[in-house]
């Protein structure tokens, strides 16, 4: 088309809103050349190529290596087209995966963080809590030597062997049960959990009394002591499970000495004794 515009590597590049760098670097490996050059060696394009470049820009926004979009410009059919952008968007719907996995996790450690800041060392409370999903684990074997981090490491691969894209980056707390409480053994926990909201399993609607102590890991005895005393001169009883956690730990606490403790025992008002 001898009497087709053209227009300098300058003008086509705001055109097709890229760089001049970028022209240059698809004309250095044969994705996209300019239909002539100057005695000056100066670049022109047409307009009839901006729909490539567009095209190019297109599928390189959305991740497609520049060596596939040659394979489809260079041997370019509606079959190969469409298989290239299937493998393509199968890549996306992976990436888009594992950044909702990690949305997830992000929410699930700032509400950790929120909730702790909020919290009243001081006093207990009792409070009614929703359901919250958790994922959860079988009871904890300690026979023999085995001890919480042998249990803690089963936990973890379980999970795995559970659901092998299981995301396992969650923090994991401790769940015990009403009759070690009451025998004030409170060391290593029956079970351990974390909170997913895709989790199988449920931390049940309940009363919980709820109370915060700074410590380290399985510090928490004189909480555990308080918190039983509270609930009897309360007029409740225990009647569940208790889940401890701990919500400011190694995060975003440098002392691991002045991590936050949670405890919420399960709890029910006492039944009249005739």
Not at 107 to 115: D, G, P, Q
Not at 149 to 162: G, I, P, V
């Amino acid at each position: 088309m001898p009497n087709e515009k053209l227009f300098s590597v300058g003008d086509f590049a705001s055109m097709s809103r890229t760089t001049v760098a970028t022209l240059h670097h698809y004309d250095k490996i044969g994705l996209l050349s300019p239909v002539a050059r100057g005695i000056n060696k100066y670049r022109y394009y047409s307009a009839r190529q901006l729909a490539m470049i567009n095209a190019i820009s297109t599928l390189h926004g959305l991740g497609v290596p520049l060596a596939e979009i040659k394979v489809i410009k260079d041997q370019r059919t509606p079959e190969l087209a469409k298989e290239l952008l299937m493998m393509q968007l199968d890549r996306i719907n992976t990436k888009i995966n594992a950044w909702l996995h990690s949305k997830k996790l992000l929410f699930n450690l700032l509400r950790a963080i929120e909730t702790g800041l909020e919290a009243d060392t001081e006093n207990i409370k009792i409070q009614f809590c929703p359901a919250e999903q958790i994922m959860l684990g079988t009871m904890n074997d300690y026979s023999g030597k085995r001890h919480d981090y042998d249990a803690l490491y089963s936990f973890y691969h379980d999970m795995h062997e559970q659901d092998p894209e299981l995301d396992l980056n969650y923090a994991v707390w401790g769940i015990f049960s009403k009759e070690r409480i009451l025998r004030g053994d409170w060391t290593w926990p029956d079970r351990y959990y974390f909170y997913n909201p895709d989790g199988q399993d449920q931390r049940p609607a309940a009363l919980y009394a709820i109370g915060h102590m700074r410590t380290g890991y399985g510090g928490g005895c004189e909480l555990y002591e308080r918190m039983i005393a509270y609930i009897d001169q309360n007029g409740f009883e225990i009647c569940g499970d208790t889940y401890e956690e701990y919500p400011l730990n190694e995060i975003c606490i440098t002392n691991d000495q002045n991590y936050l403790m949670r405890v919420m025992i399960t709890v029910c008002e006492k039944t009249q004794k005739t």
